[in-house]
């Protein structure tokens, strides 16, 4: 296949390991792109890929510095602050993967579902994923692509809508499977069951779905007797068993998934698609992107199957930050500074996980030079975010910029003790700083009776 126009000149330029092509790399078709990835070998292409994560690395570099300018003006706290140019980088590396593997890629909407940025992210991904019929509607009216559901249980009064938003219902059990599956399909949707690929690396039990008793996705003994009575309105198989890891955790799940399901991918060609699930990290810094692409690969050969992935962290992983001002410095054995942003009511999973965010500017520990403790305004005792050193002392006024903040945040976040809610504000590509969403009174009181 010969190359020609901007196609060859890019073609050229990767070859010669000259990071400038990025831009018109990425500008070019669908049909381009995969015709320059063909020709390169596994070496280029190996190294393709380095180039693109070193660059990306490096713009996120710099607009990490522009938070923190922003930060330093004059802007209203608590504020959750999406830069659109990091979110675009992060899909730029999911599009790479599905240039590479012909994989789909979903947006998960259960960790990021602000609308704003969905104009940029479809350019890139097939569709969404949603948990149940309000995301499914979000998917359907405002990402505007393929929406796959998959809920633990469906309510009866919910499925006509449900079905009506969604291409492709994913089921929890048989039962569900057997009550809703026909009426799914007479509808012209996909079917689907979710599986337990008997397997995860997760050490937290209540972020693992394959943890003893888990209620998720159908046990080997359990599929393998009943099965065969519903394979004929069964598209694919889902599972999920990731958490924030990297390709070698996946490579571990597909080993057991595949012992166990691939004897019923080999004998049964109504199965068209296998869901590798979502938990994949591949947007981070020190992501195995080239076993992923193996493992993808492998698996499509091996069983002739469309595969989707529906990550949700790492569509805007690092692309947000949270925002939040100095109320007041307290003492009780150390010093405490109390914002005006809640672990409990602004980023609960710093509570859930656990997990100590990273703070924009903050000193290494091993300095000590000022030493705080942050938490919320709340009542609750335990509202604290962590322990931070800082080059120079807090003071009221003063503004936290808190990292990786676009995710399981927004989609979480609470009104408690009457707290308000941060605004939502975007980085446009072209500079400006727009404020989307501000919330107020009517907002704590639409939540109450």
């Not at 046990?219 to 065969?228: A, S, V």
């Not at 390709?247 to 998934?257: K, P, T, Y």
């Not at 509570?351 to 924009?360: A, D, I, K, T």
């Not at 072209?430 to 404020?435: D, L, N």
């Amino acid at each position: 296949m010969d190359l020609k126009g901007k196609a060859h000149c890019v073609y050229k330029r990767i070859i010669e390991k000259d990071a400038s092509f990025l831009t018109d790399f990425f500008a070019l078709s669908d049909k381009k792109r995969k015709e320059i990835l063909e020709q390169l070998d596994a070496k280029a292409l190996e190294c393709l890929t380095n180039i693109i994560k070193t660059s990306k690395q490096k713009i996120f570099d710099e607009h990490h510095k522009k938070f923190l300018e922003i930060a330093s003006a004059n802007i209203n706290t608590p504020v959750y602050l999406i830069d659109e140019t990091l979110v675009e980088e992060n899909m730029k590396v999911l599009r790479y993967v599905k240039d590479r593997t012909g994989c789909k890629i979903l947006h998960a909407l259960k960790a990021y579902a602000t609308f704003a940025t969905f104009p940029i992210m479809r350019k890139y991904l097939d569709g969404v994923c949603a948990s149940g019929l309000n995301e499914a509607r979000l998917g359907f009216e405002k990402f505007k692509k393929e929406v796959h559901t998959f809920g633990a249980a469906y309510k009866h009064e919910d499925m006509e809508d449900i079905i009506r938003y969604s291409d492709v219902l994913i089921f929890n059990s048989f039962y569900q499977l057997e009550n809703f599956g026909n009426l799914a399909k007479e509808k012209g949707k996909g079917v689907g069951i979710r599986v337990n690929p008997g397997y995860s690396d997760i050490k937290v039990e209540i972020y693992n779905p394959c943890a003893p008793y888990s209620r998720l996705g159908i046990i080997y003994e359990i599929f393998k007797k009943q099965y065969n009575k519903f394979s004929h309105i069964i598209d694919g198989l889902h599972f999920h068993a990731l958490c924030e890891q990297n390709a070698d955790s996946l490579e571990r799940v597909l080993d057991s998934f595949k012992k166990l399901f691939g004897p019923f991918l080999m004998k049964n060609k109504n199965l068209k698609w296998v869901n590798f699930g979502g938990g994949h990290h591949i947007t981070r810094d020190d992501y195995d992107i080239e076993l992923l692409i193996s493992l993808i690969r492998d698996f499509k050969r091996d069983f002739k199957v469309q595969v989707y992935l529906e990550p949700g962290e790492a569509s805007v992983l690092n692309a947000g930050v949270l925002i939040a001002t100095v109320l007041d410095i307290v003492e009780n054995k150390k010093k405490i500074a109390i914002i005006d942003a809640s672990a409990e009511a602004h980023m609960p999973d710093v509570l859930l996980m656990p997990y100590r965010p990273y703070v924009l500017n903050s000193s290494e520990e091993e300095k000590k030079q000022h030493d705080y403790r942050i938490g919320g305004p709340s009542c609750l005792a335990g509202d604290i975010i962590g322990d931070y050193f800082f080059d120079k002392p807090l003071k009221p006024g003063d503004k936290i910029v808190f990292k990786d903040m676009a995710l399981y945040t927004i989609v979480k976040n609470t009104t408690f003790n009457g707290i308000n809610l941060p605004d939502i504000a975007v980085i446009k590509k072209s500079g400006e700083i727009k404020v989307i969403k501000s919330f107020g009174y009517r907002d704590y009181l639409s939540r109450q009776s």
